[in-house]
């Protein structure tokens, strides 16, 4: 049997039933990654009137109303006037970005969305960070509460972004009356996602320090739209940590992954990538490792009170990760060639660490000569 068309089902749901008493939705960043996906997801709900999807180029949702602006841009609440919700979802967490660029980008663009929200009379905006602003310490309780302390540090990429994005959240309810506020912290997101986390699983060896204590614990993309849907349908609210059920211990990883270790002292291994971020060679500063190190494994029971489950296990959700990583090489963060990786072998993240100092020192004397 064939679907209606679209234009037709999006017209109906508008006029009818539940959508017609449901909120209309506005979702930034909504052209690609988790924005698109949960753009789609509400524009083919039945709970859901309407989808306003803004971003600065337009996406593949045509049951969606496409503004294409900056979210810097204050007028930004003109396109958010009518909406009782909006889920900002234009973040730049790119390995890649320059870091200055990426704060004021993300800072500012999330400024403007709280404060274009208030002046546009819109009830409620859900923002997305990440369950690593719990921070990644030898200390946390296995699992983390939502209303953990925070005690994550500027020193892993976009941290210091997620950190000031959550400080906004709690600030924009006393500067705007009436306006709520929810936060949901997805663990280590996959699907679809490049992180320097994903890219542990692309190394040779899955790097393991010393007297560390590692445990993962995966969020799929579905279920992280899953959660922001049930914030924007008002089933939920606060702060909101989302996740697989449980964690996997290092051992179960290098079990299910394949992958063997390759264990280093802590000083080797921090050092050594401190050094290699700082001439350049690698897009992930020292303070990534931190969250390879220590667990930082969350509840969700906020969520779980309100009904909502994960689809997904941490299993399931591994061997995902690892069939959209199948082909990649990567050593010490970096991203290698087919050429390279092959030359680089098993041995590769062995020698780019232990190499760091050599590297060092040749980069200083090629700087001398020119």
Not at 64 to 89: F, M, N, Q, S, Y
Not at 267 to 282: D, F, P
Not at 315 to 322: F, I
Request: with cysteine.
């Amino acid at each position: 049997m064939s679907s209606p068309d679209p234009q037709v089902r999006a017209a109906r749901n508008r006029s009818t039933g539940a959508a017609a008493r449901g909120p209309v939705v506005a979702v930034t960043g909504a052209a690609q990654g988790v924005g698109a996906l949960l753009t789609a997801r509400l524009a083919a709900s039945d709970e859901i009137k309407q989808v306003v999807a803004i971003d600065e180029r337009r996406g593949e949702c045509d049951d969606a109303t496409w503004h294409i602006l900056d979210v810097r841009d204050p007028a930004i609440a003109e396109k958010l006037r009518g909406a009782d919700v909006v889920v900002h979802l234009a973040l730049d967490l790119d390995l890649g970005s320059e870091a200055a660029a990426r704060t004021a980008y993300n800072v500012r663009g999330t400024q403007t969305v709280l404060t274009a929200a208030a002046a546009a009379g819109v009830r409620r905006v859900v923002l997305c960070t990440s369950a690593m602003v719990y921070g990644a310490l030898p200390d946390n309780e296995l699992p983390l509460a939502e209303d953990a302390e925070l005690r994550a540090t500027a020193e892993a990429t976009g941290v210091g972004d997620l950190l000031e994005i959550e400080r906004l959240a709690r600030r924009a309810p006393r500067a705007h009356p009436g306006l709520n506020v929810t936060v949901v912290r997805p663990a280590t997101l996959v699907g679809g996602t490049d992180t320097a986390l994903t890219r542990y699983f692309e190394s040779p060896r899955l790097l393991v320090v010393a007297g560390s204590r590692p445990a993962w614990q995966f969020c799929h993309v579905d279920d992280l739209c899953g959660a922001l849907e049930y914030a924007v349908l008002e089933k939920v609210e606060g702060e909101l940590a989302v996740g697989c059920d449980g964690w996997l211990e290092q051992e179960e990883v290098e079990e299910l992954s394949g992958i063997r270790r390759m264990e280093l002292p802590s000083a080797v291994a921090l050092g050594a990538a401190a050094r290699l971020h700082r001439i350049g060679l690698t897009p992930s500063p020292a303070g990534d490792l931190a969250y390879t190190m220590y667990p930082w494994v969350v509840s969700g029971s906020r969520l779980h009170a309100a009904g909502w489950r994960p689809r997904w296990t941490n299993e399931e959700v591994l061997a995902e990760l690892l069939a959209e990583v199948d082909g990649r090489h990567t050593v010490a963060g970096r991203r290698l060639g087919r050429k390279d990786a092959t030359a680089a072998g098993a041995a590769g993240a062995t020698v780019a660490l232990l190499g760091a100092a050599a590297v060092v020192r040749r980069a200083r004397k090629v700087r001398r000569r020119g």
